[in-house]
């Protein structure tokens, strides 16, 4: 199973990574539509969501106007918040574009842009690709039923939590009020410290290595070239040590709330 679930979680993280750069149409000579579309659906997503919502994550980073990382806007009450935060953490990715898939169709914001006949398509596609590869197992390893719905849901669910830690290490639990570049200054870099760091970042595909640069500078291609460009002297870099102590006031629902004027 080891060995099934390694690749599993090591290709989700790389298509999530893949749809992103399709997304923002790094490689111009490529068809980003159609790429971004088959990675979006490898993922067992409704492509349309993460298309709409991402452009939120840019311009309103680090406030509840960011449709990607805040699903629902502001949580006021305290309880809920740290049910939310820790249904967020526990499932990852999953979790925020489940909930988008629910609140974009009926936020003025996006109503016009959303598609209800491009979610059932969405779903026949993630049956016949998941089921299609299921079925193949079967016939080729023998692979039971049992067997492949287990190692689907053990992927997707780890993909998805990973994946997730390693947006956590950037943008989690942070909420600042102030003008975009200040905003944009919050992002949070993981160094390369240790193995434990060393590990995320391959397993991550060096997604939170420079990730402020992805913000102040998003046409530039920086993340498959770390060290190629100068990152900011005020930059924030944490280990996986810190980000611990970010994530624990997460699940104690405490947002780490700066102001910037
Ligand atoms: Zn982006």
Redesign the pocket.
């Known amino acids: 199973m080891l060995y099934l679930i390694f690749p599993g979680i090591y290709l989700f993280t790389w298509l999530g990574y893949l749809m992103?750069e399709s997304?923002?149409r790094y490689v111009p000579t490529v068809n980003n539509k159609f790429f971004y579309n088959a990675f979006a659906l490898m993922i067992l997503s409704d492509p349309q969501v993460y298309f709409i919502v991402?452009s939120t994550?840019?311009v309103y980073i680090h406030t509840n106007q960011d449709a990607e990382f805040h699903p629902i806007g502001e949580i006021k009450s305290h309880v809920l918040r740290v049910i939310y935060n820790w249904l967020e953490v526990l499932f990852g990715v999953a979790f925020l574009v489940g909930l988008a898939s629910i609140t974009l169709p009926h936020d003025v914001r996006f109503a016009k842009k959303y598609r209800f006949w491009k979610f059932p398509i969405s779903v026949g596609v993630w049956v016949v690709y998941i089921g299609g590869i299921g079925y193949l197992s079967h016939l080729v390893f023998g692979v039971t039923l049992s067997q492949t719905l287990l190692a689907y849901a053990l992927t997707y669910w780890l993909g998805s939590f990973l994946l997730h830690q390693s947006q956590l290490i950037e943008h989690g639990n942070l909420i600042i009020d102030g003008p975009i570049q200040q905003r944009n200054f919050g992002t949070r870099n993981l160094k390369p410290a240790g193995l434990a760091e060393k590990i995320f970042l391959f397993l991550t595909h060096n997604d939170s290595r420079e990730h402020i640069l992805?913000?102040t500078m998003?046409t530039i291609h920086s993340r498959p070239f770390p060290g190629k460009f100068t990152l900011q002297k005020n930059a924030v870099m944490i280990t996986l040590w810190d980000y611990l102590k970010i994530l624990s006031r997460m699940l104690l629902g405490k947002v780490d709330h700066q102001i910037i004027r």
Do not use: A, E, K, Q
């Open positions: 992103h997304w923002h991402h994550h840019h992805h913000h998003t």
